[in-house]
Structure formats: structure tokens, C-alpha cells
């Protein structure tokens, strides 16, 4: 039977008590200890090595792939609205007449048209909004259609 509390000064408890006797003994046991609790079990270790090389191989895949993918950033048809208003590339706007253009874009939502801005160099924007007819306006806006 096995006594819990020491009875006399030489008798100790568990071996816990004499660390600094067993310390040279017991480093491999803790390292170990410490590598299965952060790991797993030896088997475990294996394969989250495993897993890690797998990873990492699909890392360098994707990258490589995202490296030969051409970007296609802030590409913008040569007119583009919604109801509040639009641009018209400043190319489009030198080819055909960029304000019936917008006059046709903004009746077709029951607005008249107002400019708010031109970029005069390739790649710039004529830029407008659709506001509600004025006050005092007779009729709605027309959309020509031909």
C-alpha cells in the first residue's frame, strides 16, 4: 500500500518531489510530452506534416495560377447609367453626339439631363445626372426614337 504523506524527513510523496535529482532523466520525456501536446500523438505528428507539405504545395499553386491571370481592374463600357445619372467615355463623346446620348438615357426614367463634368483627354469621362423635371415644366421629357 502506498502512503500519500511522507511519515519520515528521507520519504517523499511522488517522484515529482525529486525533479532536481531526475532532471537530466526526465528533459527527454518533457520535450516529448510538450512535442506530442502541441502536435498529437507521433502518428498525428506525421501527418500534420503531411497535411503542412500539402498546404504549402497548393499555396504555390494557387499563386501561380493568380500570376499568370491577366488583371482586368476599373475596366468601364464606353457608357454606363442608372437613374441617377451616368458616364460616356470622352472617345465616344468626340464619335457620336454624347448629349442626345444622355437626354435618351434620362427620359427613358422620366428626368431631363444636367452635366456635371468633361475630361478632355483619352480615357477621360463626360459625366451627367438625372434630375426631376422643374417646377413649372408642362410635359415630361421626350425620348426621340429613331
Known amino acids: ?9 528521507g520519504e517523499v510523496k511522488c517522484n515529482a518531489a525529486t525533479l532536481a535529482e531526475n532532471s537530466a532523466n526526465l528533459r527527454p520525456t518533457i520535450l516529448f ?27 504555390v499553386a494557387a499563386s501561380a495560377m493568380l500570376a499568370v491571370v491577366p488583371a482586368k481592374a476599373d475596366w468601364v463600357p464606353p457608357f454606363k447609367g442608372n437613374d441617377t445619372g451616368g458616364i460616356i467615355a470622352y472617345s465616344l463623346a468626340q464619335q457620336a453626339d454624347a448629349r442626345q446620348l444622355a437626354v435618351d438615357h434620362c427620359a427613358s426614367y ?32 421626350l425620348r426621340t426614337l429613331y
Open 1 to 9: 500500500m502506498r502512503r500519500t504523506v511522507p511519515r519520515r524527513p
Open 33 to 59: 510530452t510538450v512535442a506530442r501536446a502541441l502536435y498529437g500523438a507521433a502518428r498525428g505528428f506525421e501527418e500534420s506534416l503531411q497535411m503542412r507539405k500539402i498546404l504549402a504545395a497548393g499555396m
Open 110 to 141: 422620366g428626368k431631363v439631363v444636367k452635366f456635371l463634368a468633361v475630361q478632355p483627354y483619352e480615357g477621360g469621362y463626360v459625366s451627367f445626372s438625372c434630375r426631376w423635371v422643374p417646377w413649372g415644366a408642362a410635359e415630361r421629357p
